[in-house]
């Protein structure tokens, strides 16, 4: 029910930062988990990132360190700050939201949980 549209793909050099945006609209749920999740052509979905309602964060050891996710209640807009990017981060990327919050909390980096989903952003790395 809540529609999301991410932002903020696009080409850099490796060892370059982009910020990647999802505007949330629609239904806004009271309890909720909230992810980032890449897929490269030929490649499993992995999950990157995730917050959830009651402010816990969880990443893919592949990104720790690097990658930062944040959230703006007030803006509904989930972000994923991408620092140090190296090849093997190119890929789409999309958000996803799922308010069964009992479930997703416990695998919050699952993307098969996970109901609402964006049309996914673009990352490009270049070496």
């Known amino acids: 029910q809540v529609q999301l549209v991410e932002s903020g793909g696009g080409s850099v050099q490796a060892g370059g930062s982009l910020r990647l945006s999802c505007a949330a609209s629609g239904y806004t749920y009271n309890s909720w988990c909230m992810g980032w999740f890449r897929q490269a052509p030929g490649k499993e979905r992995e999950g990157v990132a995730a917050?959830?309602?009651?402010?816990?964060?969880s990443y893919a050891d592949s990104v720790k360190g690097r990658f930062t996710i944040s959230e703006d209640t007030a803006k509904n807009i989930l972000y994923l700050q991408m620092n140090s990017l190296k090849p093997e981060d190119a890929a789409m990327y999309y958000c996803?939201?799922?308010?069964?919050?009992?479930?997703?909390?416990?695998?919050?980096?699952?993307?098969?949980?996970?109901?609402?989903w964006g049309q996914g952003t673009q990352v490009t790395v270049s070496s």
């Open positions: 917050i959830d309602s009651n402010g816990r964060i």
């Open positions: 996803a939201e799922d308010p069964f919050f009992v479930r997703c909390r416990r695998s919050p980096l699952d993307g098969s949980l996970y109901k609402d």
